[in-house]
């Protein structure tokens, strides 16, 4: 007993003398009551309900990483405005039944009728054979004006088939002017034929046959007579 009594009043002792080993238990007694009480509040509190579960994420579709490419867009040309033309026909009036007059009244609506062909010439021409050969013979176009006054003239004549104008001239008065052209030989005047007078073209044509007609004469466009 007394050895017991004695180891404890050493222990005593020494925790009297070690004032910090009482503070560490106090520390480690006040800890362990911390967590006991905690636990206990914790096993006091309701469980919450936990929010369902989340849906499974959606696998997105794979994006371009480039943006898309815009195609160019052709933009019609700007062009003027079209307006529309202004009538600048005279509203209709009334007409003696009563009645509104249609727009075609008074407006001649016939069609314009061609200008009238000119009067023909007053010079004609008559066609003869003074002479004829073996290849070749001389004609003649005699010209007479009808009119009062001078006139001027031209002959367009045509040699038959296997001919050809050799020469020509106008018999007593001043020459003129000729020339060929796609078979066809034409004369005009020097100097106007005289109101009333006459005066004779004359030509030589050279040819392998026997028609001395040819296939066309006209004096300014009127056929020549005595073919």
């Not at 490419?69 to 003696?96: H, I, K, Q």
């Not at 016939?110 to 000119?118: D, G, L, M, Q, T």
């Not at 060929?180 to 040819?207: K, Q, W």
């Amino acid at each position: 007993m007394s050895g017991t009594r004695r180891r404890s009043s050493r222990a005593v002792t020494a925790l009297a003398s070690s004032p910090w080993v009482l503070v560490a238990t106090g520390v480690v007694v006040m800890v362990v009551l911390l967590v006991v009480a905690l636990a206990a509040s914790r096993g006091r509190e309701p469980e919450t309900a936990r929010p369902a579960d989340l849906p499974a994420t959606m696998a997105l579709p794979d994006l371009p990483s480039s943006p898309p490419s815009r195609a160019p867009v052709a933009l019609p040309a700007p062009g003027a405005p079209r307006l529309t033309p202004r009538r600048s026909d005279p509203p209709p009036g009334p007409t003696p039944s009563g009645h509104p007059a249609s727009p075609a009244a008074g407006r001649d609506t016939r069609p314009e009728s061609a200008p009238p062909p000119p009067p023909p010439s007053p010079v004609t021409g008559r066609y003869r054979v003074m002479e004829a050969w073996d290849d070749g013979f001389i004609g003649e176009v005699l010209l007479a004006n009808a009119a009062a006054g001078p006139r001027p003239w031209t002959v367009r004549l045509v040699p038959p088939d296997g001919s050809r104008v050799a020469s020509s001239w106008v018999e007593g008065a001043p020459q003129g002017t000729s020339r060929m052209s796609d078979g066809v030989f034409t004369y005009s005047s020097g100097v106007d034929l005289d109101g009333g007078a006459s005066v004779a073209l004359r030509f030589h044509l050279e040819h392998t046959g026997q028609n001395t007609r040819p296939s066309e004469c006209a004096v300014d466009g009127a056929a020549c007579t005595g073919l």
